[in-house]
């Protein structure tokens, strides 16, 4: 499964900009999606996820301002980020985590977007 991001730019403060990640396949079961970001100089952190049962959860950095979901049927998952800021600037990464099989699980990664918010 290759996970293909999308929907980086560069964007000025206040902004707004919508990411979007493809599954190139569907998978067994999905137990969760979500978006991680990484700056330079700063380790990967977790911007936001959402469940198999579409309960989602956020960093506190960015609560309220982003908004992350998910279409099944497109193998799709999105993140609507508004209110940008600087600090929002990153290479943001989708990642998936389920089962290949009922036995199996899997985790993947896809290649990241940059994000880059001007002040």
């Known amino acids: 499964v290759q996970l293909q991001a999308s929907g980086g730019g560069l964007v000025q403060a206040g902004g707004s900009l919508r990411l979007s990640c493809v599954a190139s396949?569907?998978?067994?079961?999905?137990?969760?999606m979500g978006w991680y970001r990484q700056a330079p100089g700063k380790q990967r952190e977790l911007v936001a996820t959402i469940s198999r049962s579409g309960s989602s959860s956020y960093a506190s950095s960015v609560k309220g301002r982003f908004t992350v979901s998910r279409d099944a049927s497109k193998n799709t998952l999105y993140l609507q980020m508004n209110r940008l800021k600087p600090e929002d600037t990153a290479a943001y990464y989708c990642?998936?985590?389920?089962?290949?099989?009922?036995?199996?699980?899997?985790?993947?990664w896809g290649k990241g977007t940059l994000v880059t918010v001007s002040s």
């Open positions: 990642n998936l985590e389920g089962f290949s099989d009922p036995w199996n699980g899997v985790n993947y």
């Open positions: 396949e569907a998978i067994f079961m999905i137990e969760t």
